[in-house]
């Protein structure tokens, strides 16, 4: 793969670029659902006004661009990697929030979580014993898929001077130092750019495939 201006080794660079990207987009999608499980488990669960007030507030988020407020938190809490893994939990949370709403609201209609109401049962008790591992599939799911994206929305920020910053090695901020000399050196950006884009696809087919496998089965013959 070459080297850079500076005569690094951008093959070893990207290796450990590797490591810094995929944990980032593990903190991102564990971060978002941390903050979003909660709230949409809380308004699919309890419903009425405690679903309308949460639902609005997380409709607050959905309303700005998908990458438009991630530049905006980043810049204002100021460049750095740890500020943008925030800005994009902060961003993507309704998403999940939705999501564990649509799944808390099936499994409370479920005859087994009358029947535990009905012994006396506390409210907590059902979430975490009944309602929360009944919900989790199609969040499973979703996390799986935003892993990959997560890495690309941060390699952006990354890109744009948002994300990032030097030592640290991290894909998008390589492909931002080759800027100058693409023309000349296109490997210095190509191999980056290559690694970026292989590690979404791969994230992308592992939950396409978990989809397909904790999806609901279709019955009839084809």
């Known amino acids: 793969m070459g080297t850079d201006r500076f005569g690094r080794d951008i093959f070893a660079r990207i290796l450990h670029g590797g490591s810094i990207s995929l944990l980032v987009g593990l903190c991102v999608v564990l971060l978002a659902l941390l903050i979003g499980g909660p709230i949409g488990l809380a308004a699919g669960y309890f419903g009425g006004k405690t679903d309308v007030v949460l639902m609005r507030f ?47 609201m099936t499994v409370r209609r479920e005859l087994y979580i009358s029947a535990a109401r009905n012994f006396g049962v506390g409210h907590l008790r059902i979430l975490i014993r009944h309602v929360v591992p009944n919900s989790l599939t199609p969040v499973i799911v979703q996390a799986s898929m935003d892993f990959g994206f997560a890495i690309l929305a941060a390699a952006s920020l990354s890109f744009i001077g948002l994300g990032a910053r030097a030592p640290t090695v991290e894909w998008g901020l390589m492909a931002a130092d080759a800027r100058t000399d693409f ?29 397909e496998i904790l999806g609901p089965k279709r019955g009839g013959q084809e």
Not at 79 to 104: D, E, K, Q, T
């Open 183 to 211: 023309l000349d050196h296109y490997w210095t950006a190509l191999f980056p750019g290559l690694a970026i884009f292989v590690t979404v696809l791969a994230v992308n087919l592992i939950g396409d495939g978990l989809s």
């Open 58 to 104: 997380s409709d607050v988020f959905l309303a700005f661009p998908p990458l438009l407020l991630p530049i905006a938190i980043t810049a204002a809490l100021g460049p750095g990697l740890c500020n943008a893994m925030i800005a994009l939990a902060v961003s993507w949370f309704p998403w999940y929030a939705r999501i564990m709403r649509a799944s808390a």
